[in-house]
C-alpha cells in the first residue's frame, strides 16, 4: 500500500515537476511531428550510462567565433532581449563542424529568419556554476541530494565523471528571430533556459505549450534536424553536433573531446566530495 502511494506520489511529481521522469516527452499528438524530427532528438538524460560509454574518435578541429564571424541571421539572443546577458568571454566559440551545421539550418529556414544564440563553448567553471545553481534550487524542493543531483543533471551537464557537451564546443543554445527592416523580434517558443528558475516549457514536446509555440519549435526542429544535429529533448533549445548526445542518437562515435585542460581541479572532483562540500557551505539554508 505504501509502495503504491509513493509511486501515486512519484507520478504527480513527475506529471507536475517534470521530476522524477526518466525520459522526456514524447512528440505532441498535434500538430503532427514527422519521423526525421522524432528519432532525432535524444529523450534520456545527457549524462546517462549509455550516453557516456558512446565511443570517442577525436577530430581536433579549430573554434569559429561566431561574434567575429557576424553574419547578420545569427546573432547572440543578448542584442534582441537584453534579459539575456552574456557573462563570460568565449561563449559565441563552436567548433568549425557545428558552424557549417549552422550555416546549413539558414538554408531551411525563410530570409528573414535567423538563429539567436545564447551560449556555445563553456568553460568547466562556468558549468560549475550552472551546476550548484541549479542543484541547490532542486534540492531545494527534494531535500535529497542523490535525487536532486541526478535530477540536476538532466537540466545541466554534470562535470564529474561526464563530459559536459558545452565544454567540447559541439553544443549550442539557439531559438528563431525573424526581421522586418529594423524591427527585430524572438519567435515565440515558449520560457528560454533554466538557468534563471523552474520552467516547465523547458522539454522540447512540453505540454504546456500554445499551438503557435509548437509550429514555431518544429521550424526551428526541421532546420536543425536536416541540418544534423540532434535536440536535446528536455531542453528544447539545446542543440549539437559530434559530441556524445549526437553520436547516441545517430549510432556514431563522438568526434569532439574536452576543449579545456584535462587537469583542471574541477574535473577531478569526486561526486561524494561534491555533494559533501557544496551542502556544508552556506549556499543550502
Ligand atoms: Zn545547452
Redesign the pocket.
Known sequence: MINFIIILIMNFLSENNQLFASEASKPWDFPEVNFEISENILYIPIASDNVKKVKLNIKNEKFIDLLEVNNPRIKPISVIDTKYKNTYDGYSKVRSGLYKKLLKMLEFLPNNIGIAYF?GLRPLWKQKEYFDKKFLEILKNTQNKEIAYYETTKHVSPFIDNIP??ATGA???ITLFVQNENDINLMDMGMFDTIYGHNDQQETFSKRTTQKQRENRLLLLNAAIKSDLVN?GF?W??YSYGDNAWAYVKKKESIYGLAVDKNENILLMSKESYLNKIISTDNFK
Open positions: 551560449e557537451t558545452h553544443a549550442i543554445d536535446y531542453e533549445w539545446h
